[in-house]
């Protein structure tokens, strides 16, 4: 399975920018697909989820309202797409994918990781 994540870059305050993660390797379609964030010096943290069609979706607190969780099942890919970027928002941004139907937030419920991709908003 190779989960590949990009769309990555630097933005200032109040900027947009999509990430995309491309899936291989599996029926894209029966995975569930997360989006978390990794900042420096600090835990993995979830930032949205989507369910297998793509009727339902999850958001971290922080990011409700800014971000959009979106997916493509014939493309096999998962986008995040982030407005009203802040400062807080940098982390290295890493998708994920889990078989099953149940939304999880925990990283520990997923089983395969993409790469990461480095998100910087400058003030």
């Known amino acids: 399975v190779q989960l590949q994540a990009s769309g990555g870059g630097l933005v200032q305050v109040g900027g947009s920018l999509r990430l995309s993660c491309a899936s291989s390797?599996?029926?894209?379609?029966?995975?569930?697909m997360g989006w978390f964030r990794q900042a420096p010096g600090k835990e993995r943290e979830f930032v949205a989820v989507?369910?297998?069609?793509?009727?339902?979706?999850i958001y971290e607190d922080s990011v409700k309202g800014r971000f959009t969780i979106s997916r493509d099942n014939a493309k096999n890919t998962v986008y995040l797409q982030m407005n009203s970027l802040k400062p807080e928002d940098t982390a290295v941004y890493y998708c994920?994918?889990?078989?099953?139907?149940?939304?999880?937030?925990?990283?520990?419920?997923?089983?395969?990781w993409g790469q990461g991709t480095q998100v910087t908003v400058s003030s």
């Open positions: 390797g599996r029926t894209f379609s029966t995975d569930v």
């Open positions: 994920a994918a889990r078989a099953g139907p149940f939304l999880r937030k925990d990283p520990a419920g997923y089983d395969y």
């Open positions: 989507i369910s297998r069609s793509g009727q339902s979706t």
